[in-house]
């Protein structure tokens, strides 16, 4: 396992830094922090809500698990102690891990498949609830009002998303949590944790020669200037109901045109696109200039079966239009390929450990992200992995085997079992 190894040995050092809330001598010394974030991090990992009791069962009657042989955890701790030593920690102390995923998946070449519209890698971002109760809350947790009288309680993150058209693989990056900040008057938003991932992120991504993707809500002349500012480009969907005077323009200035015809199995389809450079994106002096563009596909009756419209700082030419356009579509799959994947594909954020006090909810979400982004990495570039999914064809079975072999059998290390998962090698003894 050469790429799953490294990454959660990087895990492992994050949580050795959480704070430690533990006084005295109790029965809990007998971990270390990093058991609990590993513990946890585990279930994400294998999918599995029950794996932890397994291996608990395991370990009281065999006097080992393979808690400790694939998670290096010393002894399972419960859940409650779990939820305890977690809640305190803040989420951006998981950040490092991100930063060694890209640098791991860099170094071995797979952001090849990204790269779009020549060296550049499209970063997705889009707002997700992962949390909405009226009874079940906690101190961090944003509220609305109901009409029915009550109030809901909710918890929602800004999500960067690497992605690209053509490809059902996406990276998922560091998350900003969308929640009330210290000493701010007004309610927190999406574009307000938008700025602050550029301030926190953008930098360092520049090196990757992003473009941002995003919806009507960021195509606005502040957003753009921050994500220029931090060395990205833009790509946002523009409304016309939202952009008037972008409408103006257009209304009164001749359009570029350009026309694809295609073949999508035995249908035919036309893409045709429109183009105007250099329009004003608010009104006065010191107005930014942006290039505004439209896709429409007309079915082989005529009909138009789907516009759309954006801005971007990348030039639009007939050469450009259409890969810019299929682009600028792909940021759907952040909500395709990843929201679902966490939220509907038995990931557990909730039930499992719990909503805690102060940051379990956004800490729990943020290791349900990174588990997403390791099975990404091993998909893209561990070899071993990349045989066994094959051979277990769909994900479920995959996940299922997993959990199935591990109950029953210790595996001394990932190699030995993915090799067994793989019909490469006997399965070893049982305990
Ligand atoms: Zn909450």
Redesign the pocket.
């Known amino acids: 396992m050469r790429v799953v190894s490294p990454l959660l040995a990087s895990l492992r050092r994050c949580f050795d830094a959480f704070p430690d809330s533990r006084k005295g001598v109790r029965p809990e010394s007998q971990y270390a922090m990093a058991d609990f974030g590993m513990a946890a991090f585990s279930v994400f990992f294998m999918q599995s809500p029950s794996f932890l009791a397994h291996q608990t069962r395991m370990e009281e009657g065999c006097g080992r698990s393979n808690g400790a042989t694939l998670f290096g955890l010393a002894k399972i701790p419960c859940d409650s102690s779990i939820r305890s030593q977690l809640d305190p920690a803040r989420p951006a102390m998981l950040h490092p891990v991100f930063a060694d995923l890209m640098t791991e998946i860099e170094r071995t070449d797979g952001l090849a498949a990204f790269r779009r519209l020549g060296e550049h890698v499209l970063i997705a971002l889009d707002g997700t609830e992962y949390?909405n109760s009226y009874k079940i809350?906690?101190p961090?947790?944003s509220k609305r009002e109901r009409g029915n009288g009550k109030t809901e309680?909710f918890?929602s993150m800004l999500a960067a998303t690497i992605v690209a058209p053509g490809s059902n693989k996406v990276i998922p990056l560091e998350p900003e949590f969308i929640a009330p900040q210290d000493g701010a008057v007004k309610q927190d938003s999406e574009i307000a944790a938008g700025k602050r991932w550029l301030k926190t992120h953008g930098a360092r991504y520049s090196r990757l020669h992003p473009i941002y993707l995003g919806d009507d809500l960021f195509a606005h002349q502040p957003f753009c200037e921050e994500v220029r500012a931090n060395g990205g480009h833009f790509l946002f969907t523009c409304k016309p109901t939202t952009h008037t005077l972008i409408q103006e323009y257009i209304a009164g200035a001749e359009l570029a045109t350009h026309e694809e015809k295609l073949k999508r199995g035995k249908k035919r389809v036309t893409h045709r696109y429109r183009w105007l450079c250099d329009v004003p994106l608010r009104d006065g002096k010191d107005a930014l200039h942006v290039n505004w563009f439209e896709i429409e596909i007309v079915d082989a009756a005529g009909k138009v079966t789907y516009r759309n419209s954006f801005i971007t700082n990348l030039p639009v030419t007939k050469e450009t239009v259409a890969e810019l356009a299929e682009c600028g579509r792909a940021r759907w799959k952040i909500e395709n390929e990843a929201f679902n994947v966490i939220k509907t594909k038995g990931y557990n954020v909730e039930h499992n450990f719990g909503?805690g006090k102060e940051n379990l909810?956004c800490i729990l979400v943020t290791l349900n992200l990174l588990a997403f982004a390791f099975h990404t990495a091993c998909d893209l570039r561990d070899e071993l992995w990349r045989r066994v999914r094959a051979k277990l064809s769909t994900r479920r079975r995959f996940f299922g085997d997993l959990v199935a072999i591990t109950t029953y059998l210790i595996f001394s290390s990932w190699t030995e079992l993915l090799e067994t998962l793989a019909f490469e090698r006997p399965p070893p003894r049982p305990p």
Do not use: G, K, L, V
């Open positions: 949390h809350h906690c961090q947790c309680y918890h909503h909810s």
